[in-house]
């Protein structure tokens, strides 16, 4: 299992955000040939994944949409939304997670990371099961 990131913010105009929850989908708006990278990590997304929606403009802090496990790891094309894979939605909301004073951690402007921070993969976890609870 692993926790990833991706970004909602297509064209630096258009929050797609409500499209992901309303679709049930987490995806690349990059086109392939454009973005081999993102590409290649989005199908490393596998069923139980954990996956949130997060917006992280520079110089803000991180703030957190939703959170939500993958259920199907073939990706596939999403009018108007680009390659993705299908997640549950589970927790949906806005929460802001500032770094810790200590971390370095600049992947998070990126479309599609994963999440290595033990501290953010436990604030996403909190948020999940919270979720789960409701």
């Known amino acids: 299992m692993?926790?990833?990131?991706?970004?909602a913010f297509y064209d630096g105009r258009t929050d797609v955000s409500m499209d992901f929850l309303k679709r049930g989908v987490a995806c690349v708006g990059w086109?392939?040939?454009?973005?081999?990278p993102l590409h290649n990590l989005l199908r490393r997304l596998h069923v139980g994944d954990i996956v949130y929606i997060k917006a992280h403009p520079p110089g803000r802090k991180l703030t957190v949409k939703a959170v939500g496990?993958?259920?199907?790891?073939?990706?596939?094309?999403?009018?108007?939304?680009?390659?993705?894979?299908?997640?549950k939605w589970i927790w949906r909301g806005s929460t802001v997670i500032a770094e810790a004073a200590n971390e370095r951690y600049n992947v998070r402007n990126?479309?599609?990371?994963?999440?290595m921070s033990p501290e953010f993969q436990s604030r996403i976890l909190k948020l999940l099961f919270k979720g789960m609870k409701s």
Request: glycine residues 10%; proline residues 8%; aromatic residues 8%.
């Open 110 to 115: 990126n479309t599609l990371y994963e999440e």
């Open 31 to 36: 086109p392939k040939e454009d973005a081999p």
């Open 2 to 7: 692993a926790i990833f990131g991706v970004g």
């Open 69 to 87: 496990i993958v259920t199907n790891d073939n990706v596939t094309e999403h009018v108007d939304l680009g390659f993705g894979v299908p997640v």
